[in-house]
Antibody, heavy 122, light 108 residues
Framework: QVQLVQSGPEVKKPGASVKVSCQTS????????LSWVRQAPGQGFEWMGW????????NYAQKFEGRVTMTTDTSSSTAYMELGSLRSDDTAVYYC???????????????WGQGTRVIVSS | SSELTQDPAVSVALGQTVRITCQGD??????ANWFQQKAGQAPLLVIS???KRPPGIPDRFSGANSGNTASLIITGAQAEDEADYYC???????????FGGGTKLTVL
C-alpha cells in the first residue's frame, strides 16, 4: 500500500533552517510529483510547492520563493523540503503529499504523510 | 492565488443528511476534492473531483458541483463523521493548489 513516512518533530530557533524528509513506498516513485503543504496551529492548509520525482522540476508558492528548496532522491524514493530563515509564524505541521493525475480520480492530492511538527522558538 | 470559501461550522442530527459547501472562482475550471481531518491526524481524501471515493470510504459520502460551488454530501451522518472537512482544487493562478478554510462538522 502507498505510504509516505516523514521525519520526526523539530524545534528550531528563528533564523535557522529545517529539513524534513518524506520516505515513500508502495508506488512507482518516478510517476508522481510531491507537494508540500503546511498547517499552522488551529489553522487551515497552505500549499508550499511541488517537485517532480521524475526530473526534479519544482514550482514554489510565491510566498516561499527564495526560502524553500524541494528535492528528491530517486535511489531511496525520498523527498525533502528545506525551509530557511525560519520565523515564529513558520511553526506548523508540514505534510508531504502525493500529487496525482489519474483517469479515475482526476487531479488530486491523494496520499498524505503523517506530518512533521516544526516549532520555531527562541 | 485563488480562494475557496467554506462555512466555519455545520451540525447535523445523527442519521440525517448534511451538505458542506465550498465556493471559489477556481471551481469554474477545476473540480474540488474533499478531505476529512480528525484531531491530531493527517487529512484523508474522502471524495475526489471526479466524485470518486478512495477504497475504504463509505458510500454515504458523495460530491456535487455547480458553477463556482462544490458540495460534500453525507447521507445518513454517523458519529464517526464528526471532523473537520476541507475542500481543495487546482488553482487558476500560479499556485498548484488552493484550500478552503475548513468546516467543522458536529454530529448531534
Amino acid at each position: 500500500q502507498v505510504q509516505l513516512v516523514q521525519s520526526g518533530p523539530e524545534v528550531k530557533k528563528p533564523g535557522a533552517s529545517v529539513k524534513v524528509s518524506c520516505q515513500t513506498s508502495g508506488y512507482h516513485f518516478l510517476s508522481y510529483g510531491l507537494s508540500w503543504v503546511r498547517q499552522a496551529p488551529g489553522q487551515g492548509f497552505e500549499w508550499m510547492g511541488w517537485t517532480s520525482a521524475y526530473n526534479g522540476n519544482t514550482n514554489y508558492a510565491q510566498k516561499f520563493e527564495g526560502r524553500v528548496t524541494m528535492t528528491t532522491d530517486t535511489s531511496s524514493s525520498t523527498a525533502y523540503m528545506e525551509l530557511g530563515s525560519l520565523r515564529s509564524d513558520d511553526t506548523a505541521v508540514y505534510y508531504c503529499v502525493r500529487d496525482s493525475i489519474s483517469f479515475l480520480y482526476g487531479l488530486v492530492l491523494d496520499y498524505w504523510g503523517q506530518g512533521t511538527r516544526v516549532i520555531v522558538s527562541s | 492565488s485563488s480562494e475557496l470559501t467554506q462555512d466555519p461550522a455545520v451540525s447535523v442530527a445523527l442519521g440525517q443528511t448534511v451538505r458542506i459547501t465550498c465556493q471559489g472562482d477556481s471551481l469554474t475550471t477545476y473540480r474540488a476534492n474533499w478531505f476529512q481531518q480528525k484531531a491530531g491526524q493527517a487529512p484523508l481524501l474522502v471524495i475526489s473531483g471526479k466524485n470518486k471515493r478512495p477504497p475504504g470510504i463509505p458510500d454515504r459520502f458523495s460530491g456535487a458541483n455547480s458553477g463556482n460551488t462544490a458540495s460534500l454530501i453525507i447521507t445518513g451522518a454517523q458519529a464517526e463523521d464528526e471532523a473537520d472537512y476541507y475542500c481543495n482544487s487546482r488553482d487558476s493562478g500560479p499556485d498548484h493548489w488552493v484550500f478552503g478554510g475548513g468546516t467543522k462538522l458536529t454530529v448531534l
